[in-house]
């Protein structure tokens, strides 16, 4: 039935036996030696108990997401916008094996034995990325019980990471991906200089994390600047209580990440002495010196931005994102010199003294720069629902400040450019053959208020339909609700 690959007690079973085939391992497993040879003399026998070395398991709570049941399937008709800059008018996508296949006008033939989907009348897109959501961590209900978010006990927790903090069951993945959301970064809080962690989790139903977790995504790690850090910590009479305690706290953060860092490359160098004992923290935070690891930058301030590049140039870093990024228009040509995307809102403001000078062109003068990369982001569970009208009005505040920007190319503030900001830009985010088959069919043009995402579908799968409540997957907390399963006017019950 269709209603078992999207839940019920079919998919838990299915779930937990992936996990126990991806992740069961026996205890006389031995790490390998850090140069991949056997163990042998005690000067090149590097080997070590399990977990004590990071580089022998850097994957240690794996994916196990499986894509839903799928078909091959061809959407014709429809005005397809591809996420590169690109519009075709009754154009065709097909997807195959989970994959975009090909992408062209109503010429291209549709091959024998694919589902065929009529979109005239609408619109087809990659599937929404929201790279700045805390969805799982601080899920509805929101009690304190749930609130999962922030590990608000030192300012530098790199240590922790928030995907052990996902509540997989929360209803704002649901009610995400009836706006079309297909993935998601998951970050920890900004209370912290350093907070912890990202992930990027597919948005299907899952009971467990790993069920969502983007197979091979890079991690992030979120750091924050400003306020935040400073008020949480000077309201208790420690460090850091200033802008330039926080800029003393990064700096020494990253001076013991080197440190260790250059411990353990000596070590698995030469293999003298005792190896260097494990630290969670300069683990992640040597990640980032490696590069393996993204700098997601929780940032309002134009000048503070400016100084984290900074921070990044002294110890051999770079920033991969400035989130927020509220006064991003005044440093523009410098974000896109450094390659740093800026993900932000539009109209969201004034709501503390760093986030006082916005703009809502600021969106639309990033990108304006040469290699600008903006993107427009949630970092809440309603605004996740409406990312494509978050992205229609920088589009159209851009266009009120003179600036000459196509639907085709803004829609990339939301899709490719969103992938480029997470590192999953070479498997989704745009309608590109190989790609992910993320794609979102629009009941109207996505930059219109009246647009809702009529099919959603990930890695080819259906995995969204307003239209038929088996395909609207519902969480325990919603059952029962009161106006669950209402019709309202024009909706068939149970659509979102």
């Avoid at 953060?253 to 030469?270: G, L, M, S, T, V």
């Avoid at 639907?407 to 590192?423: L, V």
Wanted: aromatic share 8%; net charge negative.
């Amino acid at each position: 039935m269709i209603r078992h690959a999207l839940r019920g007690s079919s998919l838990a079973v299915i779930a937990c036996a992936l996990a126990l085939s991806a992740c069961a391992t026996t205890d006389t497993d031995a790490p390998p030696a850090a140069d991949g040879s056997s163990s042998g003399g005690a000067s090149t026998d590097r080997t070590m108990a399990r977990g004590l070395d990071a580089s022998t398991n850097l994957d240690p709570y794996p994916s196990t997401y499986q894509p839903l049941p799928r078909d091959n399937v061809a959407i014709v008709g429809g005005t397809v916008l591809t996420g590169t800059d690109q519009r075709i008018e009754n154009g065709v996508v097909l997807m195959s094996d989970g994959k975009v296949e090909a992408v062209g006008p109503a010429s291209m033939p549709v091959p024998a034995g694919y589902r065929v989907v009529d979109a005239r009348g609408r619109f087809v897109t990659p599937g929404v990325i929201d790279v700045h959501s805390h969805l799982g961590v601080y899920p509805s209900p929101g009690v304190s019980g749930m609130s999962d978010g922030n590990e608000a006990t030192s300012p530098n927790t790199a240590q922790v990471w928030a995907e052990h903090s996902i509540w997989p069951q929360d209803p704002g993945f649901n009610t995400a991906r009836a706006g079309g959301v297909t993935t998601l970064q998951i970050l920890p809080g900004s209370a912290n200089l350093f907070g912890g962690r990202s992930v990027t989790v597919r948005n299907i139903p899952s009971i467990s994390m790993q069920g969502m977790k983007f197979p091979g995504a890079p991690y992030g790690v979120k750091m924050a600047c400003g306020e935040n850090p400073s008020r949480v910590y000077g309201g208790r009479n420690q460090s850091p209580a200033t802008g330039m305690g926080n800029v003393a706290g990064y700096r020494a953060a990253f001076i013991a990440a080197r440190e260790y860092k250059a411990k353990w490359d000596k070590w698995r160098e030469d293999g003298e002495g005792s190896p260097p004992t494990r630290n969670l923290q300069n683990d992640t935070l040597a990640g980032v010196l490696d590069g393996s690891i993204l700098v997601q930058n929780h940032c309002y301030r134009a000048d503070e931005m400016m100084v984290m590049l900074d921070i990044a140039n002294e110890f051999g870093y770079r920033v991969t994102a400035f989130h927020h990024a509220v006064e991003a228009y005044k440093i523009a040509p410098q974000l896109a010199a450094a390659g740093v995307c800026a993900d932000m809102w539009t109209g969201w403001w004034g709501f503390k003294m760093e986030a006082l000078d916005a703009v809502e062109e600021n969106a639309a003068l990033v990108d304006a720069a040469e290699g600008g990369c903006a993107v427009i982001h949630s970092d809440d569970a309603q605004l996740t629902q409406r990312l494509n009208q978050e992205a229609a009005a920088a589009l159209a505040a851009g266009r009120r400040a003179g600036l000459n920007i196509s639907e085709e190319h803004a829609i990339g503030w939301i899709t490719s450019n969103a992938a480029r900001s997470i590192g999953i830009g070479d498997e989704t985010g745009a309608l590109t053959p190989g790609l992910r088959g993320d794609v979102v069919i629009w009941s109207a043009n996505p930059f219109s208020v009246y647009a809702r995402a009529d099919q959603v579908f990930i890695d080819g799968a259906l995995t969204f339909d307003r239209f038929d409540p088996r395909y609207q997957p519902v969480s325990d907390f919603e059952l029962g609700q009161p106006g669950f399963g209402i019709a309202a006017a024009n909706i068939v019950p149970g659509a979102r």
